[in-house]
């Protein structure tokens, strides 16, 4: 059997992968009969001599081939070249089950070269071969939970866990798509309730993202010259107890200096792909910096990182209180906003 997994949602694609694994491994022997194997420079008479070779004292053999689609891409006589492995697939051993993983190239990449591959249309029709591709699984429905809260509930429902709808909505909207760190937050999140249900104040308190998209707001306000909301953003932050005056100034500080370089970048004229590969950043995070970049220019952000660190300086050398410190740096940081943003 062979199977091909691929598309941008990665997880969901090494989680089908797991799952055909344990199916397979009826008897504790699939670890020592399983062979993976890069696809870039592999030839179809190398492939044929792994996916023939018989399992060793097993009743299976799993042959995972990463990225040969992908390194293949649609060439000229493509088929023609793969035609031994398409003629061969017919008589591959019932025992053995071939696996095609194209990795996404990048995380944002959803027009993935594999959906055209010459060589996928040849192999789909093959009667003995699956194809399942992975969208990225979307953050908002109509009229209805979205499928990120639809897969979070189901996957709750098989680990066991019980959480309040609310805090799937949380964890939905502030994760986003990021179905891995989901479902780590899920086990996070279940081990701290100790059995009870799962509940929003339990999302805000442990999850990081949240407290990350607490700060993005904080920044927002402060880059949009909003004084009053930044300060009520920080009380609510310093109040609670889920951040220090110390902490949010030095979250504040790594958000302005992400500020400098993505600016830099657009000023430059360069894009939000440039932004994402020089900064790292992908997802919800490149969103807002996106955002906050637009609306400021690099002088500002200069200029807000220098009060930063004179703030930094003033705790330091015991001038001021570090509550009082954070909250004058929030209200002198948000003067420092342009003037067309304050207007929006």
Avoid: C
Avoid at 59 to 84: C, F, H, K, Y
């Amino acid at each position: 059997m062979l199977h091909v997994l691929y598309g941008p949602d990665e997880f969901r694609a090494s989680e089908a992968l797991r799952a055909l694994r344990a199916s397979l491994d009826t008897d504790g022997s699939l670890a020592s009969n399983t062979t993976t194997i890069p696809g870039r420079n592999l030839s179809p008479n190398e492939l044929i001599q792994h996916a023939s070779a018989l399992p060793f004292l097993a009743p299976a053999r799993v042959v995972i081939v990463e990225n040969l689609l992908t390194s293949l891409g649609n060439r000229r006589g493509l088929v023609d070249a793969w035609q031994p492995f398409l003629d061969f697939l017919p008589s591959m051993p019932e025992s053995n089950h071939v696996v095609l993983l194209e990795s996404p190239r990048k995380r944002d990449d959803r027009d993935s070269p594999v959906g055209r591959s010459s060589l996928l249309s040849a192999l789909k029709q093959r009667p003995n071969v699956t194809v399942t591709e992975f969208q990225e699984l979307k953050t908002w429905a109509r009229g209805g939970p979205s499928e990120v809260a639809q897969w979070l509930q189901d996957r709750a429902v098989r680990r066991g866990i019980s959480i309040e709808p609310r805090a799937i909505e949380a964890l939905a909207d502030t994760v986003g798509a990021n179905l891995r760190a989901l479902a780590a937050e899920l086990e996070k999140l279940a081990t701290y309730a100790n059995g009870r249900t799962v509940t929003a104040e339990d999302v805000r308190v442990l999850t990081p993202v949240v407290r990350e998209e607490r700060v993005f707001d904080l920044v927002d306000a402060i880059v949009e010259g909003h004084a009053s909301n930044a300060l009520k953003i920080l009380r609510r932050m310093l109040d609670d107890g889920s951040e220090t005056p110390g902490h949010v100034q030095l979250l504040v500080a790594r958000q302005l200096r992400q500020l400098v370089r993505a600016t830099e970048i657009l000023e430059g004229r360069g894009t939000q792909d440039d932004v994402a590969s020089t900064l790292s950043v992908r997802g919800f995070p490149l969103t807002k910096l996106m955002r906050q970049a637009r609306a400021t220019h690099r002088g500002a952000v200069e200029a807000a990182l220098r009060a930063v660190e004179a703030t930094d300086h003033s705790i330091k050398t015991g001038k001021l209180s570090d509550e009082l410190a954070i909250e004058l740096l929030v209200v002198q940081l948000a003067s420092l906003a342009p003037r067309h943003a304050r207007r929006r």
